[in-house]
């Protein structure tokens, strides 16, 4: 444990001092403007017909909010507006009765134990809705069709009013959903859902909104959250400290693997990139004491067990790439199948990790510091910032 804390002091001083931080050599244009493989596989697995997004892991084939975001976000990222628009219809046909304006997405559809399909659970989540808007501000942004980001602000007020809490003696902060996360003596949060970019884009869609606050509060959450440098799945503010939530526990797992992806894909001009990436040390600190991440981390003291997914060595690569770790990068690369038997192996959420770590990577898409999309179709720079 104490050459552990070394190494992370180490690396927090050359993360402070900023040598940590150079970028790996910019992958070339054509590697991000190609055919996506990894996509096709998703679409001819995951996406049906209608526009429903399949996670087949759960005997009920679900879809959820999350999966149709990441549908409706990487549809824009391959710039069919065909398939776009038929996730989005079916979202709103399904998730949100037929009135998007109104109404936020359930998160949880699909067959019921009487063999009907239908809402399974009509609580909101805010990771999806919060994708959901994105791509549809970032769509009609790029693809000139204000109807969609109308539509995205209509989602934003509807969180505003819902999922926004205000936490005495730290800020405002966005609620995981709008039942369930308010209790008498805490509040329960979870850091993956405060994508850095995503905010900055909501703050300048909404000026006089929270949003460039929750991004400020958010990276300081982060902070407070994480005493070894590792984001916990989820954690709990009791009007003085984040504490631990009993119901929930310590662990960092399969949602806090995304906070270390969105912080790898800001932009190195956001302000508070480099806190944020001091902030979340572990994984760098982990792979070079032991050279293997773990499946789960108890985020008080940094000690993990179990082999991680694939999955995860994907999410892993942006914030590698943000480190300027490169042998880390490629090793943690060689974890992610390509092609063949194993890569079509991958469940749904292995595949979405990979769509963001390795789309990213290869240059398909790219966030500006003010959170704008830069997809490779769009831009001559999109690929090489």
Request: hydrophobic fraction near 45%; charged fraction near 20%.
């Amino acid at each position: 444990m104490e050459r552990y804390l070394f190494q992370r002091r180490e690396l927090l001083a050359a993360l402070l001092g900023g040598a940590a931080l150079a970028a790996l050599p910019a992958p070339a244009r054509a590697a991000g403007c190609g055919e996506w493989p990894e996509w096709r596989a998703f679409v001819r697995r995951h996406v049906e017909r209608d526009g429903r997004v399949v996670d087949f892991a759960n005997p009920d084939l679900r879809s959820t909010s999350e999966g149709q975001s990441y549908g409706l976000f990487f549809a824009l990222v391959d710039n069919d507006a065909i398939l776009f628009e038929r996730i989005l219809a079916w979202t709103r046909r399904n998730l949100c009765a037929g009135r998007a304006d109104l109404n936020l997405p359930a998160w949880l559809w699909g067959q019921a134990g009487d063999g009907s399909w239908r809402v399974l659970d009509g609580n909101s989540a805010a990771d999806g809705e919060l994708w959901i808007a994105y791509a549809l501000a970032e769509a009609g942004r790029l693809w000139k069709r204000p109807g969609f980001v109308e539509a995205a602000r209509q989602i934003l007020a509807l969180m505003r009013t819902a999922e926004v809490a205000e936490l005495p003696g730290f800020g405002p902060m966005l609620l995981p959903g709008t039942q369930g996360f308010v209790r008498k003596d805490r509040w329960i949060l979870n850091p993956c859902y405060l994508p850095l970019f995503v905010l900055r884009r909501f703050a300048a869609l909404e000026p006089k909104g929270p949003w460039a606050r929750i991004a400020e509060r958010g990276v300081e959450l982060q902070r407070l959250a994480s005493p070894a440098g590792f984001a916990p799945d989820w954690i709990a503010w009791n009007g003085r400290a984040f504490v631990v939530d009993p119901e929930k526990g310590a662990i960092g797992s399969y949602d806090a693997i995304r906070t270390y992806l969105w912080a790898g894909m800001t932009d190195a001009a956001d302000p508070l990139r480099a806190r944020l990436l001091q902030a979340l040390s572990g994984p760098m600190g982990m792979l070079r004491a032991q050279g293997a991440f773990a499946e789960k981390i108890d985020t008080r003291n940094g000690v993990g067990h179990g082999t991680p997914p694939p999955g995860f060595a994907a999410a892993l690569l942006p914030y590698l790439s943000a480190l300027g770790a490169t042998a880390q990068l490629r090793a943690q690369a060689r974890l992610v199948p390509a092609s063949g038997a194993a890569a079509e192996a991958l469940p749904y959420y292995d595949r979405c990790l990979v769509l963001f770590g390795k789309g990213w990577l290869d240059g398909r898409f790219r966030f500006s510091a003010d959170g704008r999309l830069l997809p490779a179709w769009s831009t001559q720079c999109s690929a090489s910032r």
